[in-house]
């Protein structure tokens, strides 16, 4: 019993709390980070205003994350009808998800993070050095509400709404 818990103590000493992974209940790491539509956004003027979610992704321009941005734009209705920003997120420059977002008709922001800081405080980053797909829910407390890695991108859109329905997420009243 001893050597399990100095076994434990020793790993969580050792290893760093992004280590350990970002949970439901965490605070959101906060980012600024410049978007497809020329804007730069900042998850803290969000708080207490709307909930937020972003749907990493691995790499503009292949086939997986194509189809999932093309299920937003096309579908990105039954997302707006919540109170709720959101956002696809990748570790490519700015200039690869203008692009990106251009072709494939987004009318809503992707972000770019090629510095990948806060891909790794949101604990995406991989072995191959860009995000895993997974969508991050954030409620308007700025707390981590939900975490999903079993994305289907033909079907995000409709994923994320029904989401947010779960979590509680209120209509949007405009």
Not at 136 to 141: A, F, K, N, R, T
Request: hydrophobic share 45%; charged share 20%.
């Amino acid at each position: 019993m001893l050597n399990r818990f100095l076994a434990l103590a020793v790993i969580t000493i050792i290893l760093p709390a992004s280590a350990l992974g970002l949970e439901v209940g965490d605070i959101a790491p906060d980012f600024t980070l410049q978007a497809s539509d020329g804007k730069t956004y900042t998850l803290s003027t969000f708080k207490g205003q709307k909930a937020v979610v972003i749907a990493w992704f691995p790499k503009a321009y292949t086939q997986g994350c194509t189809i999932e941005c093309k299920s937003l734009a096309e579908k990105g209705h039954l997302i707006r009808k919540f109170d709720a920003a959101y956002f696809m997120a990748s570790v490519d420059p700015i200039e690869e998800n203008t692009g990106f977002a251009e072709e494939n008709k987004a009318d809503f922001p992707l972000l770019s993070d090629p510095n990948k800081v806060v891909a790794s405080a949101y604990d995406v980053l991989n072995t191959r050095g860009v995000a895993s797909r997974h969508t991050i829910y954030i409620g308007v407390d700025g707390l981590i509400t939900a975490i999903d890695s079993n994305i289907n991108p033909a079907t995000s859109a409709e994923d994320i709404s029904t989401m947010l329905g779960m979590l509680g997420v209120t209509i949007a009243t405009n």
